[in-house]
């Protein structure tokens, strides 16, 4: 008697991947958890350059501060009433004293435009530079 041959089929099986997707997750999972970043930052050799040796002068009182009021008719410093040849002295001797403080200028409403000029005038003659206008 002969035998018969068996003839063997192949199908393509299926490949389950969810299985693998799992376990490609969880490696991926530990080796992110379990690894330790290097501080690139902090092995960096940067070489700055020295700071300039400056020697700065260093100021002993700030510079002073003077309010001059311009009014219709008449000037005031510090609040004080005076007369335009006054006010010149003062600013001279202000100069006299440190030609780099502050001269605040306040004009009112009703002043006049020749009153700050001639203020402006006098700081320019003392070489008052620092000089602010205010009006009000």
């Known amino acids: ?12 099986g299926e490949l389950n991947l969810t299985a ?3 376990v490609a997750f969880q490696l991926l999972n ?3 958890i379990t690894t330790h970043p290097v501080d690139v930052f902090a092995n960096l050799d940067v070489f700055r350059p020295q700071p300039e040796k400056v020697i700065t002068k260093q100021e002993e009182t700030p510079p002073l501060m003077y309010e001059v009021m311009v ?3 008449g000037f005031a410093m510090q609040k004080r009433p ?8 003062k600013l001279e001797k202000i100069a006299g004293i440190d030609k780099g403080s502050m001269i605040v ?9 020749a ?22």
């Open 1 to 12: 008697m002969a035998r018969k041959k068996r003839t063997q089929e192949w199908h393509a």
């Open 20 to 22: 693998m997707i799992d």
């Open 30 to 32: 530990f080796f992110v």
């Open 71 to 73: 009014y219709k008719d």
């Open 82 to 89: 005076m007369g335009l040849p006054e006010l010149d002295r």
């Open 105 to 113: 200028v306040k004009c009112t409403g009703d002043s006049t435009h």
């Open 115 to 136: 009153g700050l000029v001639r203020v402006l005038d006098l700081c320019a003659k003392n070489e008052l530079t620092k000089i602010s206008i205010f009006s009000f």
